[in-house]
């Protein structure tokens, strides 16, 4: 049974910083592209990074580039959303997403961990 785990969301102010991870079981980690998407209430669900299953190659959305860092652990089977500078536009409930190397629709999903930036 592949599990994907969430968790370092919470509530912090403008300007500062989490630290999100998701624990993967189930699955052999390293045939998996990982990605982090969130989604904002009344918004739909957006791809904020995603890592390839070596490591080498890493995407990020735009309005989240240069803040925001992502990585991962294939022995430790975890991948890491490092966000800083954290801005009001940045709440929303962040989910990691695993997607096979060459089975596209091979996908799984976390529950989420929410995000609220806030004074």
């Known amino acids: 049974q592949v599990q994907l785990v969430e968790s370092g969301g919470g509530l912090v102010q403008p300007g500062g910083s989490l630290r999100l991870s998701c624990v993967a079981s189930?699955?052999?980690?390293?045939?998996?592209?990982m990605s982090w998407y969130r989604q904002a209430p009344g918004m739909e669900r957006e791809l904020v990074a995603d890592?390839?299953?070596?490591?080498?190659?890493?995407n990020y959305a735009s309005s989240v580039k240069g803040r925001f860092t992502i990585s991962r652990d294939n022995v430790r089977k975890t991948v890491t959303l490092q966000m800083n500078n954290l801005e009001a536009e940045d709440t929303a409930v962040y989910y990691c997403m695993a997607r096979h190397i060459r089975v596209n629709s091979n996908q799984y999903w976390g529950k989420g961990t929410l995000v609220t930036v806030s004074s």
């Open positions: 890592v390839s299953s070596t490591g080498g190659s890493i």
């Open positions: 189930g699955l052999t980690f390293s045939s998996y592209v």
